[in-house]
């Protein structure tokens, strides 16, 4: 099993920083991507960022130029960096592992893991 462990949310003031981790462990060797996801009250889960092993990114339109996504592979780690944070980006945020494993010899099947999540608010 993949365990993820999330940390560094808490109550920031717009326009603020705030960085959250979340560092993996168990069976992880086949981890290529991990990212952020984040829930609000009413609202759908949705993507935050992401970033693969090979350190490609992928943000929402919502967060692009604000949030910096980086990983510490040796460590098994995540990083958010949360920069002008706004009252929208409250949510709690959730930390999320993409897993590959062989089926067959040319097929593999992809899996998720979820942290337990980290509640960020933004407000004055």
């Known amino acids: 099993q993949v365990q993820l462990v999330e940390s560094g949310g808490g109550l920031v003031q717009p326009g603020g920083s705030l960085r959250l981790s979340c560092a993996a462990s168990g069976s992880i060797t086949g981890v290529y991507a991990m990212g952020w996801y984040r829930q609000a009250p009413g609202n759908e889960r949705e993507l935050v960022a992401t970033?693969?092993?090979?350190?490609?990114?992928n943000y929402a339109d919502s967060v692009k130029g604000r949030f910096t996504i980086s990983r510490d592979n040796a460590k098994n780690t995540v990083y958010l960096q949360m920069n002008n944070v706004k009252p929208e980006d409250t949510a709690l945020y959730y930390c999320?592992?993409?897993?590959?494993?062989?089926?067959?010899?040319?097929?593999?099947?992809?899996?998720?893991?979820w942290g337990q999540g980290t509640q960020v608010t933004v407000s004055s």
């Open positions: 970033i693969t092993k090979s350190g490609s990114t």
């Open positions: 999320n592992a993409q897993e590959v494993r062989l089926r067959s010899d040319y097929d593999v099947q992809g899996y998720n893991h």
